[in-house]
């Protein structure tokens, strides 16, 4: 008889200590050990931000917004009255494809106003019921079943054949709008304008919107508290702030959000956009208006906002510290105490102050077995082990930004800095010869939190610790030649690793 491998089936409880893991995707999954679901709280008060007219959420890599991302779709999805789809980077390619676009195309608020308004439209279509007034409903699901695209990627498997063949096609590429037509005349909806059987994504967004306006005010009538949510994640993979395209592409996913939330707001509709902290400091240098559009439109996960003590993250840990030790040990109500010997703000500082570095540092501790609390020494440890989990963060984080050979330079620079605590004037001349401006570099690593300054008073200032009505510290001072030294959490890097 054959082996039968039964990976699937839950073993014994373990009396491993698991405070999560570190892709907020992970916890979602339904064999997740830690589900998100069970320890997710909005403690940064984002959730209270986005029922405004905010729907940009901006964050460092690692800050919680996947995590926020996850928390919509699954409270929502428990809900019989909304609906919820997170859009990401490979859906939003394979619609490219199908549409006849290559990767990385020049794509214009025409696209996506085209990619919010066929997923809401599917959104939508799951409640039939409300639309007892229209006629010919099968025309709309037809015209949506035909061009959907790669919108329903994970409903919807498109062959290697029909990504080639729409690789051979042009922009031109056409979209079947007769079963639109057909939905619109036997209702007696007047067409925005005469179109042809196949026009682009451009030629049929007018009687698109026509078409929801018309949805939206049906289901209004029929069921008013029905809820609809579409959320941009996971922008920054693929995207490259030296290509022109890829930075455009951003600004017009963010001018037509903005104009559609705005369209539809009265009939709770909203389109979130998941933004890391770096790609908005570009675009906002970019275009003039977009200063206006983030302080106007967006909130910040940011949690170091309240000091030190930084209780929300404190909150954040501890939720996860009871559920691990209630499963895992039979210890109720466990607190940071019952995790180690070594204080919070301690173990805080060696990390950038986000969610994920926590469940980094601890991660070791779901794999081996450990008496608790933790001894200094063993916390220490774990401290050597986040720092190569760092390594690996660092680059990844830059590559969006800069080249191979531009962070080999930048890990030069910091190494520097980390065995010298070089100042502003010495480290401009390493730049010597290469192709990056020495003081944009800096002021980004510094905007990272890679750097820190330290004044002539020996006051030590990083851009994650900036706090709101402060004076000083917002950016890095070139105006005076300060000493600059790296984060804590390069302690063991540079000396292990470079």
């Not at 995707?25 to 905010?54: M, N, P, R, T, W």
């Not at 999805?77 to 494809?97: F, M, Q, S, V």
């Not at 830059?398 to 080999?408: A, G, H, M, P, W």
Request: hydrophobic share 35%.
């Amino acid at each position: 008889m054959g082996v039968v491998i039964v990976f699937f089936k839950k073993g014994s409880k373990s009396s491993k200590i698991n405070l999560g893991i570190m892709e907020a995707e992970a916890e979602s999954s339904v064999s997740s050990s830690v589900k998100l679901i069970d320890v997710f709280q909005d403690d940064l008060g984002v959730l209270e931000d986005l029922s405004s007219q905010k729907f940009i959420v901006i964050g460092r890599k690692g800050a919680g917004k996947s995590a926020l991302a996850s928390y919509i779709f699954q409270t929502m999805e428990n809900e019989p009255t909304d609906e919820c789809k997170i859009i990401k980077h490979d859906a939003i390619e394979r619609e490219l494809h199908l549409q006849g676009l290559e990767s990385g195309s020049v794509l214009g608020l025409d696209f996506y106003n085209w990619l919010v308004m066929v997923t809401l439209i599917e959104l939508l279509l799951k409640h039939e019921d409300l639309f007892g007034e229209l006629k010919a409903f099968d025309k709309l699901k037809e015209f949506i079943e035909i061009n959907r695209g790669g919108v329903r990627i994970t409903e919807r498997k498109v062959t290697n054949e029909e990504l080639s063949r729409s690789k051979g096609v042009n922009s031109e590429f056409g979209i079947d709008a007769k079963p639109l037509k057909a939905f619109m005349k036997t209702n007696d909806f007047t067409s925005v304008k005469q179109v042809k059987n196949s026009p682009s994504i451009y030629e049929v967004l007018p009687d698109l919107e026509k078409v929801i306006d018309k949805l939206l005010a049906c289901a209004s009538r029929a069921a008013n508290d029905n809820t609809y949510c579409l959320i941009f994640d996971d922008l920054d993979i693929g995207f490259n702030s030296s290509n022109k395209d890829s930075v455009s592409n951003l600004i017009s996913l963010l001018r037509a959000t903005k104009k559609l939330n705005h369209k539809w707001d009265r009939y709770n509709f909203k389109c979130l956009i998941l933004l890391r902290d770096d790609v908005e400091r570009l675009l906002s240098s970019r275009e003039s208006d977009l200063n206006k559009l983030f302080s106007s439109y967006s909130t910040t996960l940011n949690w170091y906002c309240k000091g030190d003590d930084t209780p929300d993250l404190r909150a954040f840990m501890e939720r996860r510290i009871a559920r691990a030790f209630k499963e895992a040990q039979g210890i109720n109500d466990a607190k940071w105490f019952n995790l180690t010997n070594t204080s919070f703000k301690e173990v805080i500082n060696k990390t950038f102050c986000r969610p994920r570095d926590l469940i980094a540092f601890f991660e070791p501790l779901s794999s081996e077995e450990f008496k608790y609390p933790l001894t200094n020494d063993e916390t220490l440890k774990l401290a050597r082990s986040y720092g190569q989990h760092i390594q690996r963060e660092f680059q990844n984080e830059l590559s969006s930004f800069y080249s191979f050979d531009e962070i080999r330079l930048i890990i030069k620079i910091l190494k520097n800095v980390h065995d010298s605590e070089s100042t502003i004037s010495e480290l401009l001349k390493l730049f010597e010869g290469s192709d990056l401006d020495g003081q944009e570099v800096l002021k980004d690593l510094y905007n990272r939190s890679f750097l820190g300054m330290r004044n002539s008073k020996g006051h030590v200032f990083f851009k994650y610790k900036f706090l709101k009505g402060h004076t000083y510290g917002a950016e890095l001072n070139l105006d005076h030649d300060h000493k600059l030294l790296t984060h804590t959490v390069f302690e063991h890097q540079f000396q292990d690793f470079y």
